[in-house]
């Protein structure tokens, strides 16, 4: 199929769709994942379990062509994404073949600190593919449960949003140049009593052994501890080496778990910088890689003084996957 | 690092601090014939810039030699899985078992 006759046009199509409803939801995807698979392209769904089953129903025969994947398992950490639509891509781009897919990494049951993540992750994704083969990615919201406010931010995130059975420019698109803009929304401070720790070359090991102390009293296991102080240790070096010499450090606990936060000098300029899989160059960057996965969340901001790097590990391993997703009440389950 | 009769040993934590001087012994230590064994099973800590210098060394072996690792410690495993180390052909993974006595 030549780039031409690509139903989403010569570029990667972002778009978002607000259903309300298992009706809507269903009406919004299943036609445009049955397109996919008639014209023979790869489709990749990443959804709920519980939104996988829906569609599988949905789709009878057709779900035979079509891939799905747990986006609580893909998404838990929304930097880990895009690297799993980047597989995806290079693995069709090489066979020639068009693909598509669907992502719906925001939900009802997102913590604040997730869910600013997710929105950074829906406009990285425009930078992430923007400027590659063409594509179509379809991003459901579910309008009934979201706040108004997560709404108007996927206006901006996508070119185009589609609603009930139309597709429309969105006219609060930021923009492909916007989207890979620096990122520094404000983090919520920690406690006062919370202290920096200052660090450089000579102090890693001690960095450490603070570090491993305070995962350990305060309830991650030792397995968990380790990959907290492994990532700490490689943010830390970071700092070291490009930002500055020197940086600091600050641990504290709330609701979710342990939260590590470092600051540096230095700048970052590289939008996609702790979402890129590393290739096998020895000398790829891999420390902010390695952070996204072994932590549940990693807020990087990027301010005119430097650099913030916030590790989160959650004491519960998993919350997303207690988060029973009770869906949209309007029309009820679709019947099998 | 000290030398037993068949290969190396590192003990110890490895970081930035000390990873280039990891490198450059490593490349002077390897045999000049044969696999080289290095024995990790007594590193409490590697970082990626530690695992760096073994893989670069292990890459510099001439082809066809690798690089033979011994009781590669948790930490270390999980750090060469998530930067995509674990697979590479210079060096093989040994479970022999008998270095952590």
């Known amino acids: 199929m030549s780039m031409a006759t690509h139903p989403a046009g010569d570029k990667f199509r972002h778009e978002a769709m607000f259903y309300s409803g298992w009706a809507e939801f269903v009406s919004g995807t299943v036609p445009f994942i049955k397109q996919g698979v008639a014209a023979g392209e790869a489709v990749l769904v990443v959804e709920s379990a519980q939104k996988i089953d829906v569609l599988r129903s949905a789709l009878d025969r057709d779900a035979d062509g079509v891939m799905f994947a747990d986006m609580a398992e893909v998404g838990a950490n929304p930097a880990r994404i895009i690297p799993a639509w980047q597989d995806f891509v290079r693995q069709h781009g090489q066979s020639g073949r068009d693909f598509r897919g669907i992502g719906e990494p925001i939900w009802k049951g997102r913590t604040a600190d997730e869910l600013v993540e997710c929105q950074r992750h829906e406009s990285l994704l425009n930078v992430a593919f923007g400027t590659g083969r063409p594509w179509l990615l379809l991003c459901p919201y579910d309008v009934e449960n979201l706040p108004a406010e997560v709404i108007v931010e996927a206006r901006r995130s996508h070119e185009f949003v589609v609603e009930g059975m139309s597709a429309s420019h969105s006219e609060l698109y930021r923009g492909l140049e916007a989207s890979g803009g620096r990122f520094d929304s404000p983090l919520p401070e920690p406690p006062a009593d919370v202290r920096h720790i200052v660090f450089d070359a000579d102090s890693l090991l001690s960095l450490r052994r603070h570090a491993a102390g305070f995962a350990v009293s305060n309830g991650l296991s030792a397995r968990r501890a380790t990959e907290l102080v492994t990532a700490i240790n490689e943010v830390a070096s970071n700092s070291i080496l490009h930002g500055g010499g020197t940086g600091s450090m600050r641990m504290w606990r709330d609701a979710s778990g342990l939260l590590c936060e470092i600051s540096d000098a230095g700048v970052l300029d590289k939008p996609l910088a702790d979402r890129t899989r590393p290739g096998s160059a020895t000398r790829d960057a891999r420390g902010l890689w390695l952070a996204n996965q072994l932590c549940d969340l990693v807020q990087v901001r990027t301010l005119p003084t430097g650099t913030s790097v916030r590790l989160h590990l959650y004491l519960d391993a998993r919350p997303h996957l207690h988060v029973v997703e009770d869906g949209p009440s309007a029309g009820g389950r679709p019947t099998r | ?101």
């Open chain 2, 1 to 101: 690092m000290t030398r037993k009769p068949d290969g190396l040993r590192f003990a110890g934590e490895i970081d930035i601090a000390n990873s280039d001087a990891v490198g450059a012994s490593l490349a002077l230590a390897f045999p000049v014939v044969g696999d080289p064994h290095l024995d990790v099973s007594r590193l409490s800590f590697c970082d990626i810039s530690g695992i760096r210098a073994i893989v670069q060394a292990a890459g510099a072996l001439a082809p066809g030699r690798r690089l033979l690792l011994h009781g590669l410690p948790d930490q270390l495993e999980t750090v060469m899985k998530v930067t995509g180390w674990s697979d590479l052909p210079t060096f093989e993974l040994c479970h022999c078992g008998e270095e952590k006595t």
